[in-house]
């Protein structure tokens, strides 16, 4: 795997002091790309893995019926 091959777009964030803070509600949308459908959603879960902040929640409907 290779991260370079997944995005986040970020909305609803602000910078302070080098941080990168939210502002409520969907703040992301993390894409991937890969040899297939299939593994583009497997890269997206393990990068979201990587990723955490407080009261942080996803959606684990989309992209399912690709597993």
């Known amino acids: 795997m290779n991260p370079a091959d997944s995005m986040v777009f970020h909305m609803g964030t602000s910078s302070e002091n080098g941080k990168v803070l939210t502002n409520g509600g969907r703040v992301f949308c993390l894409t991937s ?3 297939s459908i299939f593994d583009a959603v497997e890269i997206s879960k393990e990068e979201l ?12 409907d989309i ?3 690709f597993e």
């Open 63 to 65: 992209g399912y019926e």
């Open 49 to 60: 893995e990587k990723i955490s902040f407080t009261g942080m929640e996803y959606r684990r």
């Open 33 to 35: 790309y890969g040899r």
